[in-house]
């Protein structure tokens, strides 16, 4: 592992923590139905959501090589 492997995973895990955040708030507080169907709502934060938690597995494993 070098430094800035891990600094670029640290980054990414502050992005993570920010699109997490914002897909919560979408999810739950923009919603105005049942709160147990919101599973489909937020389509732009889920997808936000989904790329940044693919680039942390990539970054992590790249971290892991030498």
Not at 6 to 32: P, Q, S
């Amino acid at each position: 592992m070098d430094k800035e492997k891990v600094d670029t995973v640290v980054k990414i895990c502050d992005e993570l923590k920010k699109r997490a955040a914002a897909w919560e708030y979408a999810a739950y507080h923009d919603w105005k139905g049942n709160p147990q169907d919101y599973a489909g709502w937020a389509p732009k934060e889920t997808g936000a959501l989904r790329r940044i938690s693919m680039e942390l597995t990539r970054a992590l494993a790249d971290m892991r090589r030498k």
